[in-house]
Structure formats: C-alpha cells, structure tokens
C-alpha cells in the first residue's frame, strides 16, 4: 500500500523542476483573474493554503495555466492529502 507520505514524494519530484511563472493566468482587463493571479503570485509551493484554493465559488486554480498547474501540483496534492480541519 502506498503512504501519502511517498505519493507527495513522487509527485514533488515529477514537478521540481517546473519553474514558477510569471503570471498564473490571463490577468489583464478582469478584476477577478487579477486577483486570483495576484494570489497565486504571492503564495509558493510551500505556502499554499486550502483557503486560497478551497472555495469552488471564489479560487484561482480553475483559472490557472497549464504551466500554473504544473508548478502548484505538489501543493495541491499536498493539500489533497491533508486531513480536512473542519
């Protein structure tokens, strides 16, 4: 059976080299990706919480790039993995 623990792993080291981007969507002219764009701009891989991603109503990763995606994956698995705390 395989742990959390060593999926996390594997999935950090598919997408380590996957460089953070510029810009995690197109931004420009809407209010709304500006600012999940700026959120994701200020967060990082270690940093992302479930309450930047977390809400199907207000969250950017619907938005996100594929180079987004990329980057963020170990994050989001981690939070995928991660016991809700209600």
């Known amino acids: ?24 969507m197109e931004y420009l002219g809407d209010p709304e990706c500006t600012e999940h764009d700026e959120l994701l701009r200020a967060r990082d891989r270690d940093t ?3 309450e930047d991603v977390g809400n199907i109503g ?7 790039s594929p180079e987004g995606m990329a ?14 705390d209600y």
Do not use: D, N
């Open 1 to 24: 059976m395989t742990t959390s623990a060593e999926v996390l792993a594997a999935v950090e080291v598919a997408f380590i080299g996957v460089p953070k981007p510029e810009h995690f």
């Open 48 to 50: 992302l919480k479930i």
């Open 58 to 64: 207000w969250q950017p990763i619907s938005y996100c």
């Open 71 to 84: 980057y963020y994956m170990p994050a989001l698995t981690r939070l995928a993995l991660t016991e809700p």
